[in-house]
């Protein structure tokens, strides 16, 4: 799924050129739970304008809306634009 995947650094000088990701993060690393809060956090960023109530649990998001149609909102545009990138959202527990 990931095979050819490229990336490039924006920095404060400018951005560079694209590279191939030739390694994952490994399981265990402890730069994951940096990424993790990384990525919550600006994913909760643009929850909390639309959302009347967001909690989180560890890996799980709670959105709590007046209507089921915004609760259902964000989770079909997540899995819009995860699903064009290759990637899947689950919306329920396994």
Same mark, same amino acid.
């Given at each position: 799924?990931?095979?050819?995947?490229?990336?490039?650094?924006?920095?404060?000088?400018?951005?560079?050129?694209?590279?191939?990701?030739?390694?994952?993060?490994?399981? /265990?690393?402890?730069?994951? !739970?940096? +990424?993790?809060?990384? $990525?919550?956090?600006?994913?909760?960023?643009? *929850?909390?304008?639309?959302?009347?109530?967001?909690?989180?649990?560890?890996?799980?998001?709670?959105?709590?809306?007046?209507?089921?149609? /915004?609760?259902?909102?964000? !989770?079909? +545009?997540?899995?819009? $634009?995860?699903?064009?990138?290759?990637?899947? *959202?689950?919306?329920?527990?396994?």
């Amino acid at each position: 799924m990931y095979e050819g995947a490229k990336t490039a650094v924006r920095t404060h000088e400018g951005q560079t050129e694209s590279f191939l990701i030739t390694v994952g993060l490994h399981q /265990g690393s402890s730069l994951s !739970p940096y +990424l993790f809060a990384l $990525v919550m956090d600006e994913l909760i960023g643009h *929850i909390q304008d639309d959302i009347h109530w967001c909690m989180l649990f560890a890996d799980d998001i709670v959105l709590i809306d007046e209507t089921q149609e /915004g609760v259902n909102a964000k !989770p079909n +545009l997540w899995r819009e $634009v995860l699903e064009s990138k290759g990637l899947r *959202i689950s919306r329920s527990k396994t």
